[in-house]
């Protein structure tokens, strides 16, 4: 099976896709609540829960508890943004890091922290 484009998960061979559509409707309540750094109990289950949401369309088998396992205070920003690249701005950034490329300046992109908060 082909994996879905998307950003390396931290500290995991894991790629994050985008959250797909329905998901996103799914959880778009949840999300449109969640704060930058926030980490009340109803947040770090909307993070955990949309990444797992995420991953699942690359690793099917992947249980919510891998997913809560592997998130922490240092990457869940990262994570949850990267879930949350509506744009495609942070692919962008690291197809051409990938590929060497220094092309990418990142301007006229959607600002990830205020899509999230």
Excluded: C
């Amino acid at each position: 099976m082909a994996l879905i484009p998307g950003i390396p998960f931290p500290g995991k061979d894991w790629i994050i896709p985008p959250l797909a559509l329905g998901d996103l409707e799914t959880l778009q309540e949840r999300i449109s609540g969640l704060q930058v750094g926030a980490i009340d109990p109803a947040s770090i289950g909307t993070i955990i829960d949309a990444t797992h949401a995420a991953l699942k369309r690359n690793y099917p088998e992947l249980l919510r508890a891998d997913v809560a396992g592997a998130i922490d205070l240092g990457n869940m920003v990262e994570v949850i943004q990267s879930v949350m690249d509506v744009a495609g701005v942070k692919r962008q950034e690291f197809e051409a890091e990938k590929k060497g490329s220094s092309r990418f300046s990142g301007e006229g992109g959607l600002d990830l922290q205020e899509e999230i908060g």
